[in-house]
């Protein structure tokens, strides 16, 4: 999607190995730092936007709950640590909708609170895939974040009134 929206891919870092090897794939021009986040130095980076994935299995409807006690779940901070090295211009973060009510909505305010405290705007909403033109029915908790220095307005999506289908998008040889 950035790269669509005609920003630069500069740093991307991911522990997986079979999301390494498909990201390689798909994008080898692309800089993949192949290791656990919290051995990453973002001191001296430089970027208008970073975007973080952090898993969504500690948060999720479908998983146990455990939140911050769940390892997994701690990685917020990991997110958190790169956007106070880094000083972006927006911080982007992606979750799972259950995180708006996980632990009584005390999770996501404790998120809002560090990223408000690192001197940034904080916005969030669920956006659902299937009202923006994704072939896919997926809601996420989009979290952005606007350094305060910055007179930028906060605008999301408006989602549509149809959704497109996977057999609209999916070519098929013939």
């Known amino acids: 999607g950035f790269e669509n929206a005609g920003l630069n891919h500069i740093f ?24 656990d ?18 898993p969504c299995q500690a948060f999720s409807y ?16 990991q997110f958190a640590r790169c956007v106070k090295e880094v000083r972006p211009k927006i911080a982007i973060g992606e979750n799972v909708r259950g995180l708006l009510t996980h632990d009584d909505g ?3 305010k404790a998120m809002v609170s560090i990223l408000k405290g690192l001197g940034y705007r904080v916005f969030y909403k669920v956006l659902r895939s299937q ?6 029915k997926r809601e996420r908790l989009i979290v ?7 007179n930028m307005p906060f605008l999301f999506p408006k989602e549509k009134d149809y959704i497109v289908k996977d057999n ?7």
């Open 106 to 108: 005390r999770t996501l």
């Open 144 to 150: 952005l974040a606007v350094r305060n220095d910055l």
């Open 62 to 77: 479908a998983g146990n709950k455990l939140g911050f006690e769940d390892i997994r779940g701690t990685l917020f901070f």
């Open 131 to 136: 009202y923006l033109d994704v072939p896919q």
């Open 12 to 35: 991307l870092n991911e522990i997986d190995n079979n999301a390494v090897r498909t990201l390689k794939n798909n994008r080898p021009n692309w800089e993949i730092c192949h290791k």
């Open 168 to 174: 609209e998008v999916i070519l098929v040889d013939e």
């Open 37 to 54: 986040v919290s051995e990453v130095n973002f001191k001296g980076m430089k970027a208008d936007v970073i975007e973080g994935g952090f």
